[in-house]
């Protein structure tokens, strides 16, 4: 985490300052003080010179930060907007960091404050993310009442937005009956300009460095740099690796496994919808020929993160150095190369178990990068990590996907290994006697990809699942997905949702999300799914 930086109490303008107003009040108030006449006129010749630097220097400064933000918002065609509504410089901190964060993946950067955003600049931009604070009970930042006015609350007829992807991270308090109330109004005032969320709001609670992590996992996802350091380390807890069981051989896509893991100091406490953050590991291979191109023993003890530790352990935590790195780090202290480490960091799965169930269980498909290399997260968990071995985790809240506290009908749709955290909201509503359930799924082929397919056979039989639409995508006959499923059952949704249904999603962000909203929105119309989203009736985990 790339740390503020702290107001300097000193600067220039206002040592001047100080100096104007010490002798200004000794001029006046005890003139004796300063000697003759002449010396007086001395003094206040200096004062005039002293008030005409302040002035200068403060002109200076301000036209500085003037040019700063106006090149800042020309930036480049096509560049992602990172704008922010901030109160106390919180939200704009965040801002920073996270343009910061997009540069640094080679993404071009408009960073800005709300109230300089425009009509005519998101008209013409692709995609868009928003840190919004709130104020007072729901209210915009003082920065951002330009921007409600002129376009959140206007009459006039704005262009729609279909164009514009977008993101919100939205500042608040729970303690606050309008919790993040400014940056939901701004969320729907977008959705209804027909503006496309790349993901669902992610609220921040006083600061939250689970949710800030979430938001830079986002952000990692969107740039396709994986590798996109946190800016807060999870403080993880043991677990180990008790089950990993290849569910889909033989299919067409990637390897796809049933992990099971279970806390070492025997703690089981989240909920339906919670995400697992994993701190995965380098392969060993590839910890042994760094350390060998490094000239280093990996047996050498070092410290870090207030922990002593062998060398090689550490590597395997870490981004480990290219090889041109390498050469230039030969033969450096062991001490010394741990002090130029980056963390690896985290990997977010959701949960397919409830603590009932007495151990943690994930949905896990291999992913690769384009040589074929297992990525980091999925291959230490699916690949390098033996049976028995200690994994690094940690539970993060995700309210926003709890399961509902009522009997109310429950529509589950998602697709691949989105099946996990839909089966932990089964399981929820399983043992709470809750049987109005309806689920619709998509992947590849009816042969190899039924995750999970026996369970669900059983919960149809005991009721649980009162329906289950499947659609596979490689059968013959095939390119049908979920949305197909969305789309052919449109009568039947309107039905439960008329009836009181929440609709949850969980899955790819590409494709299938996307495609999905826009099914409901053909399906149930508009107005309905917006209305949905403000009730709390539509959620999404998506990634």
């Known amino acids: 985490m790339t740390a503020a930086q702290p107001a300097r109490l000193f600067t220039i303008p206002r040592l001047l300052l100080i100096v104007v107003l010490v002798l200004s009040v000794a001029l006046l108030a005890q003139p004796q003080w300063l000697g003759t006449p002449t010396a007086r006129s001395a003094v206040a010749g200096l004062i005039t010179l002293l008030w005409l630097a302040f002035a200068g220097t403060t002109w200076l400064r301000h036209r500085r930060a003037q040019r700063a933000l106006e090149a800042a918002m020309r930036g480049e065609a096509g560049a992602t907007i990172v704008a922010y509504a901030s109160q106390t410089g919180q939200a704009e901190r965040y801002a920073e960091q996270t343009a910061e964060a997009l540069r640094a993946a080679g993404t071009s950067v408009r960073l800005l404050p709300l109230s300089h955003l425009d009509a005519e600049t998101l008209a013409q931009t692709p995609r868009a993310l928003f840190i919004a604070s709130t104020t007072g009970e729901g209210d915009a930042p003082d920065n951002a009442s330009g921007f409600v006015r002129h376009l959140m609350a206007s009459s006039a007829p704005l262009p729609y937005l279909a164009h514009l992807d977008y993101g919100v991270l939205a500042l608040g308090d729970r303690s606050y009956s309008d919790y993040c109330g400014f940056g939901h109004a701004l969320d729907r005032w977008l959705r ?8 669902d709001i992610i609220e921040v609670d006083n600061g939250d460095t689970g949710a800030l992590r979430h938001w830079q996992h986002q952000l990692g996802v969107l740039t396709g740099q994986a590798s996109m350091q946190d800016w807060s380390t999870p403080h993880y807890a043991r677990w180990q690796l008790a089950g990993r069981t290849l569910l889909n051989a033989g299919s067409p896509g990637a390897p796809a496994f049933h992990i099971v893991l279970k806390p070492l100091d025997g703690t089981l406490d989240w909920q339906a919808g919670d995400i697992a953050e994993i701190g995965p590991c380098n392969a060993p291979h590839a910890v042994t020929e760094t350390l060998l191109a490094l000239g280093a023993d990996g047996d050498a003890t070092v410290t870090a993160d207030g922990q002593t530790l062998r060398l090689a352990d550490l590597l395997a935590r870490c981004q480990l150095p290219a090889a041109d790195t390498c050469t ?19 990997r977010e799965y959701s949960i397919a178990s409830l603590p009932a169930d007495g151990r943690l269980e994930l949905l896990v498909r291999r992913m690769a990068d384009p040589d074929g290399t297992p990525g980091v997260g999925s291959g230490w968990l699916t690949q390098h990590a033996a049976p028995g071995s200690e994994i690094a985790l940690r539970i993060r809240t995700n309210r926003n996907f709890h399961t509902p506290p009522d009997d109310r009908p429950l529509i589950l749709i998602g697709n691949g290994t989105g099946l996990a955290g839909l089966r932990a909201h089964l399981k929820a509503r399983a043992l709470a006697g809750h049987h109005r359930n309806w689920l619709l799924f998509g992947e590849r082929t009816a042969a190899h990809d039924q995750f999970f397919a026996e369970e669900l056979q059983a919960w149809q039989a005991q009721g649980v699942l009162q329906r289950v639409d499947l659609a596979f995508s490689r059968d013959t006959g095939g390119h049908r997905y979920v949305q197909d499923c969305v789309q052919a059952a449109a009568a039947d949704l309107r039905a439960w949702v008329a009836a009181g249904a929440a609709i949850y999603v969980c899955g790819n962000l590409q494709g299938m999300a996307s495609g999905v909203d826009h099914a409901l929105h053909d399906a149930l119309g508009t107005a309905t799914v917006e209305t949905l989203a403000d009730t709390g009736r539509y959620r999404r985990d998506v990634y």
Not at 192 to 199: C, G, I, V
Not at 328 to 346: G, N, S, V
């Open 192 to 199: 209804h300009q027909h503006a496309q969320p790349l993901f």
């Open 328 to 346: 230039t780090l030969r033969a450096i202290p062991a001490q010394a190369l741990a002090e130029q480490l980056a963390r690896l960091p985290h």
